[in-house]
T-cell receptor, first 115, second 117 residues
């Protein structure tokens, strides 16, 4: 079956521009996570959605970052007034949601480069 | 706050050597999950193993084995008879046990393993 997909795979933008990164989770997965992986680092948590709502956005670095998931499936991570320090790979993961543990399946990521 | 430390930034071995990747973690939770992920050059994170804090039994899967020691807050990963295809960045990670947002993963910085022919 189809895994988590992310588009675009690469995005190059100029400092100060607005970007949107898209995540298509595995069908039926109600939990969705965004992580950011800077060069030479492990992924860092940004935000978690359960259904349509952002249940935990404690990892968003500042108010330039925002994410939505209006229909409980596809999610878009939005970055305003991009800065060079935003350059990283943005990873999306999805999982089933139930009382027990459910594995997070990761997408291939979007590599964002801010010039 | 949760923290995962992988002190080895890079390791280089020759094929067929055994190699151990170290992971030390910190958490205030009394129950938690520990993970290892592999990130090959293609970039996609590949899940290898999950252990919960209740279960300190070591686990072996083919050439891979994991040693969980709660007393030292360590969860080390050994590859026996390494192969060139094992070359990748390996991440250790930690999450809570109680579901939802608690499942968000805290990753270490990773260890780059290079296996030379």
């Amino acid at each position: 079956g189809a895994g988590v997909s992310q588009t675009p795979s690469n995005k190059v933008t100029e400092k100060g521009k607005y970007v949107e990164l898209r995540c298509d989770p595995i069908s039926g997965h109600t939990a969705l996570y965004w992580y950011r992986q800077s060069l030479g680092q492990g992924p860092e948590f940004l935000i978690y959605f359960q259904g349509t709502g952002a249940a935990d956005d404690s990892g968003l670095p500042n108010d330039r970052f925002f994410a939505v998931r209006p229909e409980g499936s596809v999610s878009t991570l939005k970055i305003q007034r991009t800065e060079r320090g935003d350059s990283a790979v943005y990873l999306c993961a999805s999982s089933l949601y139930s009382e027990g543990y459910n594995e997070q399946f990761f997408g291939p990521g979007t590599r964002l480069t801010v010039l | 706050a949760q923290k995962v430390t992988q002190a080895q930034t890079e390791i280089s071995v020759v094929e067929k050597e055994d190699v151990t990747l170290d992971c030390v973690y910190e958490t205030r939770d009394t129950t938690y999950y520990l993970f290892w992920y592999k990130q090959p050059p293609s970039g996609e994170l590949v899940f290898l193993i999950r252990r919960n804090s209740f279960d300190e039994q070591n686990e072996i899967s083919g050439r891979y084995s994991w040693n969980f020691q709660k007393s030292t807050s360590s969860f080390n990963f050994t590859i026996t008879a390494s192969q060139v295809v094992d070359s990748a960045v390996y991440f250790c990670a930690l999450s809570g046990l109680s579901g939802g947002s608690n499942y968000k993963l805290t990753f270490g910085k990773g260890t780059l393993l290079t296996v030379n022919p």
